[in-house]
């Protein structure tokens, strides 16, 4: 999928090419607004391709059980010592929680690959809801 700025090569194909050229002209803007900005850094976009799939690799992960939704589950050393073990009191309610470790590709969104694992929108309305719910 391309990123428009001002080095974009423009997809081959005329169908993908027209929908780029309709998305930037609903929005009243053209190439040349790239290329007309080159001298001004925060304005300025070269522009490129982002992946539409991108497959995850060294994927690591567990079920854990635990209590305390602010208990560190992850290390962020985790190539020198391992992630904790949440410490269980008997007395009180368990809940269970998804631990994942993985690597991505540069421009690719941990949030939309955690999106796809649990099936859960990443849409606004549902996600206040969720909070709400949890609140």
Do not use: C, W
């Amino acid at each position: 999928m391309p990123i428009v700025g001002y080095e974009t090569r423009m997809p081959g194909n005329a169908a993908l090419q027209n929908i780029v050229f309709h998305l930037l002209a609903k929005d009243g803007v053209s190439l040349d607004h790239f290329q007309s900005l080159t001298n001004v850094s925060a304005a300025s976009a070269t522009g490129g391709y982002r992946k539409i799939v991108a497959i995850p690799e060294q994927v690591q992960y567990d079920i854990i059980k635990m209590q305390s939704e602010n208990e560190d589950l992850l290390v962020p050393d985790y190539l020198e010592r391992p992630d904790p073990t949440p410490v269980i009191d008997p007395a009180l309610k368990v809940t269970k929680a998804l631990r994942m470790r993985f690597s991505l590709l540069a421009s690719s969104y941990a949030t939309m690959l955690i999106r796809e694992v649990t099936r859960i929108s990443s849409a606004y309305a549902t996600q206040k809801a969720l909070s709400k719910a949890n609140e």
